[in-house]
């Protein structure tokens, strides 16, 4: 009977330890849940477009859990022009130097249009259309889903900065 309660025992801290674990998410474990791929490419971008690169980490993994953002080849196309390129093909968004390079632009010409992180944000996941017809109509973030992605992208941006912030040079701001 002793070995039981003495199992139990055990088998309850190490829950309470992985459930205290889960909530104060210490970088260790944030490095372990929400790996960090092409950190140069980020950092680079990020700098380059004046971005938290935890930021920018944290919409990546939103978007794909870490592979690369996503982007449609209209939008990538119109990038493409305003960054000086003149020949966009799709096969280009594949490529995670290219890839990230256009979604670090686009989120900082988000940003500068809006003035803010939220509405950037929205306007990122549900288009800018969507965004400037809310603001007309002086409502706020009408889909659920943009609603979740925004507050997800936030909180990934937390995250990030506290698993990687030597990896991201990440500013507090």
Do not use: C
Request: net charge positive.
């Amino acid at each position: 009977m002793r070995r039981v309660a003495a199992a139990v025992a055990v088998l309850g801290l190490a829950v309470a330890g992985v459930g205290y674990v889960h909530v104060t998410e210490p970088g260790w474990w944030v490095r372990l849940w929400y790996p960090l791929k092409y950190e140069a490419i980020v950092r680079g971008h990020a700098r380059n477009y004046r971005l938290d690169p935890a930021l920018l980490a944290g919409v990546i993994y939103q978007e794909s859990k870490f592979g690369l953002l996503q982007l449609l080849p209209d939008t990538a196309k119109g990038i493409a022009l305003h960054t000086g390129g003149s020949r966009f093909r799709v096969s280009d968004l594949y490529n995670p130097e290219i890839n990230i390079r256009y979604g670090a632009w686009y989120l900082r010409h988000l940003l500068d249009k809006y003035g803010d992180e939220r509405t950037a944000l929205a306007a990122y996941n549900a288009g800018q259309e969507n965004v400037d017809e809310w603001r007309r109509e002086g409502r706020g973030i009408a889909f659920s889903e943009t609603r979740h992605y925004v507050k997800r992208v936030e909180r990934l941006k937390t995250l990030y900065r506290r698993g990687y912030s030597s990896e991201l040079g990440a500013t507090s701001s």
